[in-house]
């Protein structure tokens, strides 16, 4: 088996690796460094910044309380992208390390569908031809972009070259509340920029529970960052010192936000551009390439994974849907639960989530029972300094299996795993009260939070 892959992402590298390990001649085409956005310009690049700057504020703010004694402390944000860089690099050789383990061939060029069987890669080289028994497009996305006069002045920038500034601004505005948008604003935040967000839906980070996303609002406003909801961006222009946001208020009002730096972040589309798509026949809605369950293309012998196919746009999902495709290319049934997608924003305090929000169970008309849980009641959340946070459980009122799993506070991404396989195992609230947590940690507070689905806590007061 020939099998060729378009993109060299966290989709497009592990279809590579799975295809190679089931036994197929895999060769992978990537235009750009190998990783793709995620490795390189996007989820890597992103959380070392996050680190960096949350590990300056934490020195400012609570070393005294905590018993050391600090001098003059300052931010060398050219040290911080030095070592972003760093890491990057170093993920980036693993990767094309284990390209080579996995007997992978790696073509460092653009690719192009000439049939259904033939793929032609332009490199620095020259041209060259790459037959296939079957391919998997796995192209990723770009930023997208909003028509507003003046988004193309200098000073504007999306989220990769957000990433790659020479100095921090003095401010931002941050044209976006999404993911993307919220966590490059808690960067620069806490390195002291003046941030402003500018949103025209109801509220940030529309797609995770509103409960959950509060404390967060909280900890945003408390460091004086300004969060304009239902806010409409007419233009921008040059200003004297920077940039200056044109906005309408949801009354209609207009008003501006001047700042050194506006940040796009309104989302991300699919790359499938200039690949050929149309040529060949393979079907397209709105750039996103149409596949069905098993990630299979129009044309027969094509699949196609990840951001390119639309749906939800994660590092995590596409490197599933890539086994998936690899294996189904191989002869295998896979299978994914695609209702079942932990979603996780690196801010501090950081929010994850997994399965329904409260408000998806009652716009289903779902009889719920909502258990909540204050981290201000779970001891090592204290011994961290990071009470604000809270663990939500949403379950089936008569049946008790659990339906969603919300946390906001620290260490929520690497805990809602928990909430991931109790609701992929079909798990009641009484399979968690049934498991002991260990003490002291965050992660006890999942427990709390399941026995206060029957109004049960131990480490809060009763409910009145």
Known sequence: MNLAIIGGGPGGYVAAIRASQLGADVTLIEKDAIGGTCLNVGCIPTKSLIHSADLYHAIIHEAASNGISVGEVSADFDAMQKRKAKIVKKLVSGVSGLMSANRITVVKGSAKFQSASLIKATTAEGSLEIPFDKAIIASGSVPSSLPIPGADLEGVVESTGALSLEAVPASMCVIGGGVIGVEMAHIYCRLGT??????????????QDAEVVAPLKKVLKADKTDILLETKVNRIEKAENGLTVHVTAPDGSESSVTAEKVLMCVGRRPATENLGLDEIGIATERRRILVDAHYRTSVESIYAIGDCIGGIMLAHVASAEGVCAAEHCMGLEPSLQMDIVPS????????????????????????????????????????LGDTTGLVKYIADKNTHKILGLHMCGPNATELIVEGALAISKKATVEDILSVIHAHPTVGESLQEAAHSVFGNCFHMPPRR
Not at 198 to 206: A, G, S, W
């Open 194 to 207: 003046k941030i402003t967000i500018v949103e025209m839906l109801p509220d940030i980070l529309m797609t």
């Open 344 to 383: 996780c924003i690196y801010t501090s305090p950081e929010l994850s989530g997994v399965g329904l929000t409260e408000k998806e169970a009652l716009t289903r008309g779902l009889d719920i029972a909502v258990g909540v849980f204050p981290l201000m009641g779970n001891g090592k959340s204290l011994i």
